[in-house]
């Protein structure tokens, strides 16, 4: 059974630092695109970032661009999300997700990703 954990959320003032964590098992994601997307409330789920199999090409929002960073450890089956200058509208349900097709060009749109986690509350307060 394959699964996506992810860890890591808190509650953080604006301007500071998290790190998300999804650790995968049941099946190896070394071939496969991983990404990070977000829901709030009342919102639709939209893409944060995507990194490429090989780690080598990283895709983000332009909301987020210079302020998160994904990245990945292959040999852990595991994708981060470096959050800084975390900003009230960052609040959301955090959730990673993996791409079953090997090593596809990674994609910003949710029906591309077949495996999800359950998220993890992400909150910055102002």
């Known amino acids: 059974q394959v699964q996506l954990v992810e860890s890591g959320g808190g509650l953080v003032q604006a301007g500071g630092s998290l790190r998300l964590s999804c650790k995968a098992s049941?099946?190896?994601?070394?071939?496969?695109?991983l990404a990070w997307f977000r829901q709030s409330p009342g919102k639709e789920r939209e893409f944060v970032a995507a990194?490429?199999?090989?780690?080598?090409?990283?895709f983000y929002h332009d909301s987020v661009k210079g302020r998160f960073t994904i990245s990945r450890d292959n040999a852990r089956n595991t994708v981060y999300l470096q959050m800084n200058v975390l900003k009230p509208e960052d609040t959301a349900v955090y959730y990673c997700?993996?791409?079953?097709?090997?090593?596809?060009?990674?994609?910003?749109?949710?029906?591309?990703?077949?495996?999800w986690g359950q998220g993890t509350q992400v909150t910055v307060s102002s």
């Open positions: 049941g099946r190896s994601f070394s071939l496969n695109t």
């Open positions: 997700a993996a791409d079953s097709r090997l090593e596809g060009i990674p994609s910003m749109v949710n029906y591309r990703y077949d495996y």
């Open positions: 990194i490429s199999w090989s780690g080598g090409n990283q």
